[in-house]
């Protein structure tokens, strides 16, 4: 099973409408993050949270709400969608303390905005 | 403001060829680098992390160096094969709260 799991893997809204996309991780991680991927863009940071109470905006995190549940659980929220929010969205987990800050990441959720 | 620019955009190799993808970044006060690889619908694979105080990593038949004076990185992938074909990204970490910066990638197509 995946470490990093994210649902659901493709979604097709439209404007206006509510949308949050899960993460779940099964690696004990205390650090999660969510980020998204345009075409021809790198990605960018939306939010990351490095325990349960400690919740931080990232680069672009107008339009977006997150929620931390529990140490393995990671919620993205879209309150009310529009189609620039079109994109390819990534959550990761990282590990304080071990030296290595590798960022593991989830397969990605491709979200259509109509 | 941390930007990192990754070239080629593009790159298409016969299977066998050495190759190598360059990365740039405009602030040298980072913390550490990563090279990722990306599949379609599979995510991010960390393929190599190097911390700021290191020149280089190796893994296999691949070899990153980072040179955190002059802003570079590169990554080497020795005798390509096919299945090295893939979105290659690099990201650099500013300090120990582990924000990464990517760069928009290079795609690599190993061809049989």
């Known amino acids: 099973d995946a470490d990093v799991t994210q649902t659901p893997r493709n979604r097709i809204t439209k404007t206006g409408k509510r949308i949050m996309l899960e993460c779940s991780q099964t690696?004990?991680?205390?650090?999660m993050y969510w980020y998204r991927q345009d075409p021809g863009l790198g990605l960018q940071l939306i939010y990351y949270s490095f325990d349960v109470k400690d919740i931080n905006k990232g680069e672009i995190s107008d339009g977006y709400s997150v929620s931390r549940q529990a140490q393995a659980k990671f919620s993205l929220s879209l309150e009310s969608a529009i189609p620039n929010q079109t994109a390819l969205y990534f959550c990761?987990?990282?590990?304080?303390?071990?030296?290595?800050?590798?960022?593991?990441f989830g397969p990605g959720t491709r979200l259509t905005v109509l | 403001k941390q930007e990192v620019t990754q070239i080629p955009a593009a790159l298409s190799v016969p299977e066998g060829e050495n190759l190598v993808l360059n990365c740039s970044f405009t602030d040298s006060a980072i913390y550490n680098l990563q090279w990722f690889r990306q599949d379609p619908g599979k995510g991010l694979t960390s393929l190599l992390l190097?911390?700021?105080?290191?020149r280089e990593q190796t893994s296999g038949r691949l070899n990153a160096s980072l040179d955190k004076s002059s802003g570079r990185s590169t990554l080497y992938i020795a005798a390509s094969q096919p299945g090295d074909s893939a979105t290659y990204l690099c990201a650099v970490s500013r300090g120990s709260n582990y924000k990464l910066t990517f760069g928009k990638g290079t795609l690599l197509t190993v061809n049989p």
């Open positions: 690696k004990g991680h205390d650090r």
């Open positions: 990761a987990t990282s590990e304080t303390g071990q030296g290595t800050d590798t960022q593991y």
């Open positions: 190097i911390q700021s105080s290191q």
